[in-house]
């Protein structure tokens, strides 16, 4: 079976100019994940859906972060302009059911702005 | 809001001896305490959890303990080997809502 799938793996981009990532879930996974992991840090939720509703955004900068999660399976997490800060790994996540608790991880994507 | 304290922030140990890592947890309302290990440039991968209406849980040389009066809970590994080398973090979390997790134990098995 395959796992979450996320590309892309890198991203290096100058400060100012946008990015996007995106999360392929595991089949039939109903809730999806996005989090920011800092270097040294535990991963922090940007963002949750359960099916397409965005049910817990209160973590996203929402002046430059934006996310969306078409019929309910892909989902992209874009950042316009990016910031030096913004360098992490974005990991996304997903769990078979909703208010389901076993989340499993993708590789991540590791964003660099220059 | 919900923290998550983990200790120690780094750990090594012999092959073979055992490891332990401890968190703590400051929301009572948290029931769900996933324990993930992450190696260098892969995302977390869960290894074991336990549910807060049980106290022990084991699979093989992992095993978790939670105490729900102090608010503490642990991973212990056994036996450990080199490959179990990697950062292991705790999280805590109610219901699938928001799970937060530990600043991460970086792990060194030597051999």
């Known amino acids: 079976e395959a796992g979450v799938v996320q590309s892309p793996r890198y991203k290096i981009i100058e400060k100012k100019q946008p990015v996007a990532f995106w999360c392929n879930p595991i089949?039939?996974?109903?809730?999806l994940y996005w989090y920011r992991q800092n270097l040294g840090q535990g991963p922090e939720l940007l963002i949750r859906?359960?099916?397409?509703?965005?049910?817990?955004d209160s973590q996203l900068p929402k002046d430059r972060f934006s996310a969306e999660r078409l019929k309910g399976v892909d989902s992209t997490l874009k950042i316009q302009p990016a910031e030096l800060g913004d360098s992490a790994v974005y990991l996304c996540?997903?769990?078979?059911?909703?208010?389901?608790?076993?989340?499993?991880f993708g590789q991540g994507t590791r964003l660099t702005v220059v | 809001g919900e923290n998550v304290e983990q200790h120690p922030s780094t750990l090594s140990v012999q092959e073979g001896d055992s490891a332990v890592i401890k968190c703590t947890y400051s929301?009572?309302?948290?029931?769900?305490f996933p324990w993930y290990k992450q190696e260098l440039g892969k995302g977390p991968q869960l290894i074991i959890d336990?549910?807060?209406?049980?106290g022990e849980k084991k699979d093989q040389r992992i095993a978790v303990t939670l105490n729900k009066t102090a608010k503490h809970f642990s991973l212990h590994i056994t036996e450990t080997q080199p490959e179990d080398s990697a950062v292991y973090f705790c999280?805590?979390?109610?219901?699938?809502?928001?799970?937060?997790f530990g600043a991460g134990t970086r792990l060194f098995v030597k051999a």
């Open positions: 859906y359960e099916n397409e509703e965005a049910v817990d």
């Open positions: 929301d009572s309302a948290s029931n769900y």
């Open positions: 089949s039939g996974h109903n809730t």
């Open positions: 999280a805590a979390g109610s219901g699938g809502f928001k799970t937060i």
């Open positions: 336990i549910r807060s209406n049980v």
């Open positions: 996540a997903s769990s078979l059911e909703i208010g389901g608790t076993e989340a499993f």
